[in-house]
């Protein structure tokens, strides 16, 4: 059975630490694991990673895949309180996403 | 550009009851259109899916189910509610023939008493 597993379920951090949230996955027909940002109502894209080792960034996160050891990770430097969010991914096959249950990330002042 | 809207925001129903939740994209044709629902604390359950009008698949067994009646509208529906339907319903829209980003809704926010 497909699943999608991240660790930690949750986390809490000063502002300015730095954030890794983990993500494994095992999906048939793998296409690409992809990360979103849920703050208080909908889903809100992050990244798609299709390849293995390459980093993608947008401005304090990043991300990474490696499609060996089937997993992905997600950082945030220099987080700030509106960092505070469930943050999910989600494996692609075809038609479907396999969703994580996500990381409850909360940033303390 | 695209938009996808999803209404009502809130629905607070009686056990027994109907449901209807509607779902609209703007902007983009023959969209793949998703129903998913989240329960507290938990990941996103997909519930239906549908890649062309009158085309749904079921994802997961239940009292509920959707129709597509027309190219860029998605509906989800009940006969009758349990207390287990409870919970925030996403409807969400991806490109055609792609499985990657997807583009969701407010949500719709459902409590059965």
């Known amino acids: 059975e497909d699943k999608v597993v991240q660790s930690p379920l949750s986390l809490v951090v000063h502002e300015g630490d730095t954030v890794t949230l983990n993500c494994s996955y095992e999906?048939?027909?793998?296409?690409?694991l992809l990360w979103y940002k849920q703050e208080k109502k909908a889903p809100t894209f992050l990244f798609m990673l299709?390849?293995s080792g390459i980093e993608k960034k947008s401005g304090r996160l990043s991300s990474i895949l490696d499609k060996k050891e089937l997993f992905s990770i997600l950082n945030i430097t220099a987080t700030q309180t509106g960092d505070s969010a469930v943050y999910l991914c989600?494996?692609?096959?075809?038609?479907?996403?396999?969703w994580g249950a996500g990381t409850k990330l909360i940033i303390k002042p | 550009s695209q938009t996808i809207h999803q209404w009502p925001a809130t629905l607070v129903q009686p056990v027994g009851s109907p449901l209807s939740l509607e779902c609209t994209v703007e902007?983009?044709?023959?969209?793949?259109l998703y129903w998913y629902r989240q329960a507290a604390g938990r990941g996103l359950q997909l519930l239906f899916y549908?890649?062309?009008?009158?085309?749904i698949s079921s994802e997961v067994p239940q009292n509920l189910s959707a129709s597509r009646p027309q190219d860029r509208q998605f509906i989800l529906s009940s006969k009758k509610l349990l207390l287990s339907d409870s919970g925030f319903y996403l409807c969400?829209?991806?490109?055609?023939?792609?499985?990657?980003?997807?583009?969701f809704g407010e949500g719709s926010r459902l409590t059965v008493l």
């Open positions: 989600a494996g692609a096959r075809t038609y479907q996403l396999i």
């Open positions: 999906v048939t027909n793998f296409r690409s």
């Open positions: 299709t390849s």
């Open positions: 902007g983009t044709s023959n969209p793949n």
């Open positions: 549908s890649v062309g009008i009158g085309q």
């Open positions: 969400a829209w991806s490109v055609i023939g792609l499985t990657g980003e997807l583009f």
